[in-house]
Every structure is written in C-alpha cells, then in structure tokens.
T-cell receptor
Framework: GAVVSQHPSWVICKSGTSVKIECRSL??????MFWYRQFPKQSLMLMAT?????????EQGVEKDKFLINHASLTLSTLTVTSAHPEDSSFYIC???????????FGSGTRLTVV | QQQVKQSPQSLIVQKGGISIINCAYE??????FPWYQQFPGKGPALLIA?????SEKKEGRFTISFNKSAKQFSLHIMDSQPGDSATYFC??????????FGTGTSLTVIP
C-alpha cells in the first residue's frame, strides 16, 4: 500500500532554533500533503495544505511565517518550525491522498519538544 | 465548528466484549467515512472505511454501521482484545477534499 515516510520521529530543540520535518511519499506521487498538529489526548488539527509547486494554504490561526511549508516535488513536502518556542511542542503528522484504495495515508508522526 | 462529532471520549471494555464508538455528521456532501486507529506516538492508520451507498461493512472483527438518514455511523469491534487498546478517530470527507476528524475515543480493553 501507499506509504508516507516521516522524519524525524522525534526531535528536541532549543528555544529559538528551527526544526525541519520531512514527509516523503515512497511509492506514489503526492501532489497534496496535509499537515496536522496533535496535542496529547486530542484530535488532529489541520494546520495547512501543501500542493506541489504552489504556496501552501494555511488554516485560520496558523502562523504561516512560523510554520513554513514547502512542497518542492511530487514526493517530498517539508514543514519547518521557525524560532521554535516551548508552546510549539506537539506531535506533528503529515498525510497524503493515496491513489488506491481511496483514502489518506499518514506519516508516523514527529514528536517535537522545545526546551 | 465541529464537522464530525464522536462519542464516547473514552471507553473501557472487557476482553471478548463489543466496543461501540459513534459518530455523527452534518454535511450531506460527505461521501467517505473512514475510521482510524492510533497507538501512542504513532500516526493514525486506516482501519476500515465506508461509502454512503451501503449500510454496513465488515472486515474481520471490525464493522461499520452507516445510517444515512440519521447522518450517523458507528464502529463495532467484536471480541475486543487488549491489543485493540488505542485511540480511534472517525472522519468524513467529500471525495478529494480534506478530512474532518472526530475528537477521538480512547479505548481500553481489560484482560
């Protein structure tokens, strides 16, 4: 089946630094990638939608200058958390529409801890 | 605005029992209703999904019941096992567009 590989699985960074999270579609082309944020024991909250070759679309309340999304190719989308602060600590998950069967496949998630 | 409402928030079931999680939606344009299973520290994984042209879909111990007129759908886990302990999310989408997730149900199956 379709696989989205997400790296890193966990990262600890210092406050004020930037962190890049990568999601790669391994055996299919992902023209669209959804980025979610999940707090402990809560549901997934859509942050933004990236489309290959165009600017990402951000959900209301999501700072586009803090969460930079790049979708430079049909197999790679990245989320960069810039000038990270402790409140950015969360679980970030990417998801892409899979070709068949219809649905969305998720990455394994990245646990970001900002200290 | 919560597009998909899910209940209960948490559920404790004895091994061998039936786990039932319910979801309701408002948007009649939704045409795809998946359930996802998520273990701690992992991304959600597709468990089972249904389209509104059928009222029930069964895959092993997992069954989705769908009531189009009531705009409700539910997940039934038969013969629940400790390994089924996870968080379950229902979702809904209009083909090709984003998914809307329920708030999740934390299932604990007691041995």
């Amino acid at each position: 089946g379709a696989v989205v590989s997400q790296h890193p699985s966990w990262v600890i960074c210092k406050s004020g630094t930037s962190v890049k999270i990568e999601c790669r579609s391994l055996d299919f082309q992902a023209t669209t990638m959804f980025w979610y944020r999940q707090f402990p024991k809560q549901s997934l909250m859509l942050m933004a939608t990236s489309n290959e070759g165009s600017k990402a679309t951000y959900e209301q309340g999501v700072e586009k200058d803090k969460f930079l999304i790049n979708h430079a190719s049909l197999t790679l989308s990245t989320l960069t958390v810039t000038s990270a602060h402790p409140e950015d600590s969360s679980f970030y998950i990417c998801s892409a529409p899979q070709p068949f069967p219809y649905g969305y496949t998720f990455g394994s998630g990245t646990r970001l801890t900002v200290v | 605005q919560q597009q998909v409402k899910q209940s209960p928030q948490s559920l404790i079931v004895q091994k061998g029992g039936i786990s039932i999680i319910n979801c309701a939606y408002e948007n009649t344009a939704f045409d795809y209703f998946p359930w996802y299973q998520q273990f701690p520290g992992k991304g959600p994984a597709l468990l089972i999904a249904i389209r509104p042209d059928v009222s029930e879909k069964k895959e092993g111990r997992f069954t989705i019941s769908f009531n189009k007129s009531a705009k409700q759908f539910s997940l039934h886990i038969m013969d629940s096992q400790p390994g089924d302990s996870a968080t379950y999310f229902c979702a809904a989408s209009n083909t090709g567009n984003q998914f809307y997730f329920g708030t999740g149900t934390s299932l604990t199956v007691i041995p």
